[in-house]
């Protein structure tokens, strides 16, 4: 078992002409990832790799089946790539975009209240579930397939780390997802913990967050109410001056709220195992899932 | 991007939001000459920086003669001005904005920031204007309206009346801050703004609605759509070390501390910072290099880096995933001979080619230490920065 992606998900990748649309859709597809079509406007009928292009992702969708879509858009255009995966119903939609504009993506978000889909990201590695598909640009050789702990977090090469220490200490993963570092994102916390929550493969829950907007709060209320598996948890940013944004738009501690001491407090007060020093935390997971 | 007050009011009188007659000026007699078109007083001299808190650090003078705005004028600029946003080493003002005086009878506070919680434009009202709002908001939070706009509907009259009605506004004024509040949203929206904040937003004894005051600060991430607004851009304004590493696309912030430190993904940043400190050394720096990052961006890091007087030390994370580790060591390797390296550098790598990398590395000849894992990392530089 796995959340969001298994070895049935039929991918898409929106932007599969482009550089990196191609680099990383060949890497999904050495992975296993079944990737069954692409987009990009004005390329329809051509192919990448044997994949067949088409022009809009309603008439791929139509045409492959495809459930899931990979998106590589530039940031310009990537919130009206969005848009068309909500419309035409993909399930799962996973947007590798860094620098959408704030005032798009809270347009997306509006319309993702109104649709059964589901969009993980903006700025995000995407998820895998290792050992049976890859949706992301996350490095693959690091996972260990078969779980049990299923891995979810805001920040790209800090979940890499995450997981290299998992698998330097033999504990594998379930689903690894990466929510992605802008201030308006579609999956959150919650959603991923209900998600673990109810999978029954996965046995423990790392959550990796950082300064800014109260996302691992209301991530801590949920686990102290909801959660029964055993979580440890990480916050970057305890050196992150205020009033400065730390790379991610969405990581800026702003009028007292937001910093890494008030998540911390909060996670610790749900129970989570928090780890304060990024260097102990595959030591502190074989720790706390042994 | 901030903007400084006279340029937001430029932006203000574009989308017909009220605003006292002024000017810009750079020298006392530009000033004076200012003051003297207007031909009435009092006149308000006010520095333009980016900070907040002008008032309290001297920077808000009142003058009722065309001497007294030259005399202000004179002291405002070149001074270097201290308020509690501008940090104790304060900025030194280079212009003043000339403004007719108001007269006033009510001061109220009014914002439009994105709330990232509900995706909606919040837009925040209080009669308790021209104070601390930060105080207001703690203290006495009643005196907080908050109306959410849903981008995709756009401003309604309703939310207008909410705030109207909230504000308590007397009804002759409630038509013109209904339009104020309609074009204030119309210009959040197609500026791509990440705040808008007059405070005090004035109610005169003659019953209009005036922005005394002007604050706006732009999505950066939506410059690309708005090149008519990059020339508001002040860098005098920003840490001219960020600036530097802005030209070379590397998401660089200064710090106070001795390590210096470089690795790619904002979140690592972060946390390589944290271990730093829990180390018990400080960061000199947050340098996201990116998962693209080329070689060329490894070096212009080390630069940057490198000019900072206060490092002692260097510390390199990288988890290679787009960007290789054998890439990553060319790049250090041929930084470290062009910059001719002066701190002790201590590297860890993990990820695609790694072992690549490390071979690089190793017959570069280079005096380095390498770190096994993090922890060891973050030991390893702090005993260093430490010695």
């Known amino acids: ?290 | 991007m901030k903007i400084h007050e006279f340029q937001a009011k430029q932006v203000f009188r574009k989308y017909q939001v009220p605003v006292p007659e002024g000017e810009v000026a750079t020298t006392p007699a530009k000033a004076r000459e200012v003051a003297a078109k207007m031909d009435r007083f009092p006149v308000v001299v006010k520095a333009q920086i980016h900070a907040g808190g002008r008032g309290k650090g001297g920077g808000v003078q009142l003058a009722h003669s065309l001497e007294e705005v030259e005399t202000h004028a004179k002291a405002i600029i070149g001074m270097n001005l201290v308020t509690h946003q501008t940090g104790p080493e304060g900025k030194t003002v280079k212009q003043v904005l000339v403004e007719a005086g108001v007269d006033i009878e009510k001061e109220l506070y009014l914002s439009l920031i994105p709330d990232r919680e509900t995706a909606s434009i919040m837009v925040i009202a209080s009669q308790a204007g021209g104070m601390d709002i930060e105080e207001v908001a703690a203290n006495t939070p009643e005196k907080i309206i908050k109306v959410y706009v849903n981008p995709l509907a756009g401003i309604q009259p309703f939310h207008c009346r909410n705030v109207c009605f909230g504000l308590n506004l007397p009804a002759p004024v409630m038509k013109e801050f209904t339009n104020l509040l309609k074009q204030l949203y119309q210009l959040f929206v197609e500026n791509d703004c990440s705040l808008v904040e007059i405070n005090p937003l004035v109610i005169t004894r003659d019953k209009r609605v005036l922005a005394l005051d002007a604050k706006m600060d732009f999505d950066d991430n939506a410059m690309f759509r708005h090149k008519d607004l990059l020339e508001f851009r002040d860098q005098d304004e920003e840490d001219p070390l960020d600036v530097e590493a802005s030209k070379y696309n590397l998401n660089y912030i200064n710090l106070d501390g001795t390590v210096g430190n470089m690795v790619n993904g904002a979140g690592l940043a972060m946390a390589v910072m944290d271990t730093i400190k829990l180390a018990g050394a400080e960061p000199a720096n947050f340098l996201d290099v990116g998962g693209g990052a080329t070689a060329e961006m490894v070096e212009n890091g080390f630069k940057i880096i490198l000019s900072d007087s206060k490092v002692k030390a260097i510390l390199i994370n990288i988890f290679g995933g787009i960007l290789r580790c054998d890439v990553l060591a060319k790049g250090v390797v041929e930084a470290a001979r062009n910059t001719k390296i002066h701190v002790p550098l201590v590297v860890r790598m993990e990820g695609t080619n790694v072992e690549e990398g490390r071979r690089i590395l190793a017959e570069s000849g280079l005096e380095l230490f390498t770190a096994a894992d993090m922890k060891s990392a973050g030991e390893i530089v702090a005993k260093i920065a430490a010695a």
Request: charged share 20%; aromatic share 4%; with cysteine.
């Open chain 1, 1 to 290: 078992m796995s959340v969001f992606v298994n070895a049935e998900t039929r991918l898409l990748v929106q932007g599969i002409t482009g550089k990196e649309g191609q680099f990383h859709t060949r890497q999904c597809v050495d992975y296993g990832t079944r990737v069954v079509a692409g987009v990009t406007p004005g390329k329809g009928g051509t192919d990448m790799d044997g994949i067949p292009v088409f022009n809009g992702v309603q008439e791929a969708a139509r045409e492959t089946g495809a459930n899931c879509s990979m998106i590589f858009v530039p940031p310009p255009f990537a919130a009206d790539a969005i848009m068309e995966s909500l419309s035409a119903g993909i399930e799962l939609i996973v947007a590798i975009t860094e620098g959408i504009p704030v005032l798009d993506m809270m347009k997306v978000k509006q319309m993702l209240k109104m649709s059964d889909s589901r969009l993980i990201g903006p700025n995000c590695p995407g998820i895998i579930t290792p050992g049976a598909a890859k949706v992301g640009i996350m490095p693959a050789a690091i996972h260990k397939p078969g779980g049990p702990i299923g891995v979810v977090s805001r920040s790209g090469t800090l979940t890499y780390e995450v997981v290299f220490q998992l698998t330097g200490k033999d504990i594998g993963q379930t689903t690894c997802i990466g929510i992605g570092g802008d201030p308006v994102n579609g999956t959150n916390f919650i959603d991923c913990l209900a998600a673990f929550e109810n999978d029954p493969e996965t046995k423990g829950i790392v959550m990796v967050g950082e300064i800014g907007g109260r996302a691992e709060e209301d991530a801590a209320a949920f686990i102290k109410e909801k959660v029964t598996k055993p979580v440890v948890g990480f916050v970057a940013g305890l050196t992150a001056p205020p009033g400065r944004r730390m790379g991610h738009a969405g990581a800026i501690i702003s009028g007292g709220s937001g910093t890494a001491a008030a998540k911390i407090a909060a996670l610790k007060d749900a129970g989570v195992h928090v780890c304060e020093n990024l260097g102990y935390i595959g030591e502190i997971c074989a720790d706390v899932f042994s």
